[in-house]
């Protein structure tokens, strides 16, 4: 290997392993000699300041001296996931102790939890050696029932058995959209999520790429779990190809429907509720509405987790237990007010408390009047393997030729026998044999390979199979793909060559 090789691999590594002081939050000022808890959290400023600041006071009345919050923010839930997966299998590698250089992680969905309390293995010396980013850390029992009324809501649970993380908060995923721009189209304020297909929203839907944000991975989980497999890929298809854009950042899209960039953007309940909030205090009236579709989002958990080598863990067991006192659960939701006993001082963070309580005590003093363990129910058509899909099958269908996507979605809706309709329109809906043959070639999901033939992917048994062979690389001895590729990419090429196909059918049918 040569000279400028190695300089290039350890600059790289120097990147990744040092990302968490990279990514020091620049609006603390660290002391060096203060006792510390150090939490990376994809948070925003607004709830690091409010969190921080109520901490610090607690925790000095509660035990008589003072600590201080530093936070690392070195990007969303996904990045944030895959850097520890990196530090810790390096340090394993190695044969270094793991850990060591932050307490906790503070923030994202429960799936990201679930999976940072998974064993990471590798091979050194000839034995194997595993640990988890995550170790447990047990709350009282009666402490769990003061703060948890139920252990699931809906089909989710709101804290790990084993005690890897603990919900903080409840998200739920829906759609903000600009009044505004929706009355310049004439289109209607959404109520479902197959609003997102209405072709007077052609070029005007903002959206994020699931690969890159955990949040609207979820949001097109809960499309998915709610409406089935097959309708729910239709209202995500039409959804993109209606796209302008595939951001990274899921902050993009509320900040482009609130400037009038865009007419209806997927986000995390709180991003609308807080972008519809800020923009009515500029005097923007109600031009900016968030809508949780009724009956058809997923409440999630935003847990908290401690990390195996928590350098302060005294300090950090304590955040945790912060976290879930009614002190720490009325900044979510009340209005702040500077000096207040409970709730922010200065940012009001529209956030759902996990902690029931705040719900039968304290209902009239919340921003948003909404009860989640009401409102919660379980979805139709659950099935943990969906998730797994929503990332390499979007990427194939909508990402990697957006363009011809876009282009055969015009074709249809401006075929002279389309409907006039706001709803989703299927093969099903028409009676035009040219416009029914392009939907079926638009709508059509790829068959998979398996030593067992060629299976559909739109029943929880054939999604485990094809997850488990091609997804995590079951199938590596089986030529499917090169051997220096990994399955999961070699799926999402396949899928994307399957759906530029398609599309490429639908235009030369247009053209008949």
């Known amino acids: 290997m040569n000279k400028r090789a190695v300089t290039i691999i350890i600059g790289c590594l120097l990147v990744l392993f ?143 058995p084993e005690g890897y993380w603990y919900g903080v908060a409840l998200s739920g995923f829906g759609i903000v959209y600009n009044n505004h721009v929706l009355d310049a189209l004439g289109v209607g304020a959404p109520m479902n999520w197959e609003a997102l297909c209405n072709p007077k929203l052609y070029g005007h839907i903002a959206l994020v790429n699931p690969a890159q944000s955990g949040s609207v991975t979820t949001a097109f989980e809960a499309i998915l779990k709610n409406l089935g497999w097959t309708r729910g890929w239709q209202v995500l298809r039409r959804a993109a190809g209606n796209a302008r854009y595939f951001s990274a950042s899921s902050l993009k899209p509320p900040a482009d429907v609130s400037q009038g960039d865009a007419a209806m953007g997927v986000c995390i309940d709180f991003y609308g509720r807080y972008q519809s909030q800020a923009i009515k205090r500029m005097g923007g009236g109600d031009r900016i509405g968030y809508i949780d579709p009724p009956g058809t989002t997923m409440i999630d958990p935003d847990p908290i987790s401690l990390m195996r080598g928590a350098p302060n863990r005294t300090y950090a067991e304590r955040f945790i237990e912060f976290c879930l006192t009614e002190e720490a659960q009325a900044l979510w939701q009340f209005e702040a007010k500077e000096e207040q006993e409970l709730g922010p001082h200065s940012w009001e963070l529209r956030r759902l408390p996990v902690r029931s309580s705040l ?116 199938y590596r001895t089986d030529h499917y793909w090169h051997e220096e590729e990994r399955g999961l990419r070699a799926f999402q090429n396949n899928v994307a060559q399957f759906f530029s196909s398609q599309y490429e059918l639908v235009l030369e049918k247009n053209k008949q």
């Open 18 to 160: 040092g990302v968490p002081m990279y990514f020091q939050d620049e609006t603390s000022v660290v002391d060096p000699d203060a006792e510390q808890v150090i939490i990376i959290t994809p948070h925003n400023e607004q709830i690091r300041f409010e969190f921080g600041r109520a901490f610090e006071a607690w925790h000095a009345k509660a035990f008589g001296n003072e600590v201080q919050v530093v936070w690392s923010v070195p990007g969303g839930t996904s990045e944030i996931r895959r850097m520890l997966q990196s530090q810790y299998k390096h340090a394993l590698e190695s044969g270094h102790d793991v850990g060591g250089e932050a307490d906790l992680v503070f923030g994202g969905g429960s799936y990201e939890h679930t999976v940072l309390s998974k064993p990471i293995e590798v091979e050194r010396d000839g034995a194997m050696h595993t640990t988890t980013i995550t170790t447990p850390f047990h709350l009282s029992e009666s402490f769990l029932e003061e703060v948890y009324p139920q252990e699931e809501i809906g089909d989710t649970p709101l804290y790990d």
């Open 359 to 474: 719900y039968e005590l304290h209902m009239d003093k919340l921003i948003d009047q909404v009860n989640p363990y009401e409102d919660a129910v379980k979805a139709p058509y659950p099935d943990r393997n969906m998730r797994a899909f929503i990332a390499p099958l979007f990427s194939g269908m909508a990402m990697d030729f957006h363009e011809l996507l876009s282009e055969a979605w015009h074709d249809i809706f401006t075929h002279p026998a389309y409907p006039s309709s706001s709803t989703i329109v299927t093969a099903d809906d028409v009676d035009d044999p040219e416009l029914k043959s392009m939907l079926v070639a638009f709508d059509a999901m790829p068959l998979v390979q398996t030593p067992d033939g060629l299976v559909q992917l739109d029943s929880p048994s054939e999604r485990a199979i094809v997850k488990k062979g091609w997804l995590r690389d079951g």
